[in-house]
């Protein structure tokens, strides 16, 4: 259900990260499903129907007016704008809605690509035009420390399946697609997907904590 799901929400951001975490499992699991993967997914496609298939175009080949990709340039390029100019600070909490139009470049044509213009719509630029350039690489430091944290502790592990070994791949995964998707969207500013990482990355702690040994009985 959750792959149907993913399939008809036709939310090109997602595929793509779900496309590197399913790799990265693969890769971990049988290397071998590395190859296989982009067959199964050929194969999906071909039965799809011919709106998901040109969904999936639209990532490489847009249609003008019709995806989302001209709006993106938009915000993509203000951010850039904005971060120039804020680079430090940043403009603020919830300011870069309230002033985005101050800073669309002026070679941009109006009237603008019918679009969200509520943010970014890429954390990496929003987070720096927002809070400034150090914020964004504290934010990155965090995502790198914990990708080591899961690292290390699965390197810890004895060989062999285990319910640690499945949550520490699954949190790496994770991190590794929230990342990804972080490059389309403003993701983990939207409380569900931030409430929803936030629990697997605890998952992904406590199963790096080493198990508590209990004392033998006298």
Avoid at 15 to 39: D, E, H
Avoid at 109 to 130: D, K, Q, S
Avoid at 143 to 153: G, K, S, V
Wanted: glycine share 6%; net charge positive; hydrophobic share 55%.
């Amino acid at each position: 259900m959750i792959s149907v799901g993913l399939v008809l929400g036709e939310t090109r951001s997602v595929w793509l990260a779900c496309l590197a975490a399913g790799l990265y499992l693969a890769w971990n699991y049988r290397r071998w499903l590395v190859l296989a993967l982009p067959v199964a997914l050929a194969v999906v496609l071909a039965v799809s129907p011919a709106g998901v298939r040109q969904r999936a175009v639209s990532i490489v080949r847009p249609k003008k007016n019709t995806d989302s990709n001209d709006f993106r340039f938009v915000c993509w390029r203000t951010g850039m704008v904005m971060i120039r100019q804020h680079p430090i600070l940043g403009l603020g909490p919830e300011e870069v809605r309230a002033h985005f139009m101050d800073y669309v470049p002026a070679d941009i044509p109006r009237p603008l690509p019918v679009g969200a213009y509520i943010h970014l719509h890429n954390f990496y630029l929003h987070y720096a035009a927002e809070r400034g350039i150090p914020s964004l690489l504290f934010l990155l430091w965090m995502f790198a420390w914990m990708l080591w944290d899961y690292w290390r502790a699965l390197r810890r592990l004895p060989p062999g399946p285990s319910t640690r070994r499945f949550l520490l791949h699954g949190a790496i995964a994770v991190v590794l697609a929230v990342l990804v998707e972080g490059g389309f969207e403003l993701n983990i500013g939207d409380s569900e997907v931030l409430a929803m990482f936030l629990a697997v990355a605890a998952c992904g702690y406590r199963a790096a904590e080493e198990p508590a040994v209990v004392p033998a009985a006298a």
